[in-house]
């Protein structure tokens, strides 16, 4: 979890407290969701959970102005919308077309593709990269297989892989990543 807000204010060691809980308390909840059940109503609702309550991060309200993280720039606000539905529009289409039981490898691709794109859309003005990991995880948990992990000693790859799929649409160095046995 990053320990600076988009507002470029640290967050205090009660905020902090309170978004790690929310999102152990989340993951467990969020179970409850099948995968053709994701929608943006729920992506959402997520948010807003994961946001703790902090007001500063506006949970489960899409962004209003423009946002650079990293290097990189959010989607246009008047973009969000429309590209969260074709998003979730391939994932319902993906459900459709594996069934009750893909395999570790779909699930870990298609995982990371909702990742990717949720980070590269930024649909929220805190908090996209805790959805997003949330959302990779639940989809996996939801199958039966194991989530990623990205722990603090691969946060600058994980960082450059998440630049490479938003400048390129390119998945394999965040692919890589989630092949790497944790040290």
């Known amino acids: 979890m990053g320990q600076i807000a988009s507002d470029g204010r640290p967050f205090t060691p009660d905020e902090t407290q309170r978004l790690e ?10 179970l409850d969701t099948r995968p053709l ?4 109503k729920q992506l959402r609702r997520w948010h807003r959970t994961l946001s703790a309550e902090v ?3 506006s949970g ?26 074709a998003l979730l529009s ?19 691709l298609h995982g990371t593709y909702l990742h990717a794109e949720l980070i590269r859309v930024h649909p929220f003005a805190d908090g996209n990269g805790r959805l997003a990991r949330l959302v990779q995880a639940w989809l ?3 199958f039966g297989h194991f989530p990623p992990d990205y722990p603090p000693e ?10 490479r ?9 965040l692919m890589a990543l989630n092949a790497e046995e944790p040290t």
């Open 21 to 30: 809980q929310a999102l152990s308390l989340l993951l467990i909840t969020c």
């Open 60 to 85: 489960g309200v899409y962004r209003s102005g423009d946002v650079v993280f990293g290097s990189l720039f959010g989607l246009p606000p008047h973009e969000i919308a429309p590209a969260i539905g």
């Open 165 to 173: 799929y938003c400048l390129y649409r390119d998945l394999e160095p």
């Open 37 to 40: 059940g994701l929608t943006a």
């Open 140 to 142: 996996s948990l939801s």
């Open 154 to 163: 691969q946060r600058p790859a994980y960082y450059s892989a998440l630049s």
């Open 55 to 57: 007001p500063r991060m």
């Open 90 to 108: 391939r994932h319902h289409q993906w459900v459709r077309r594996v069934g009750s039981d893909p395999d570790d490898a779909a699930v870990t």
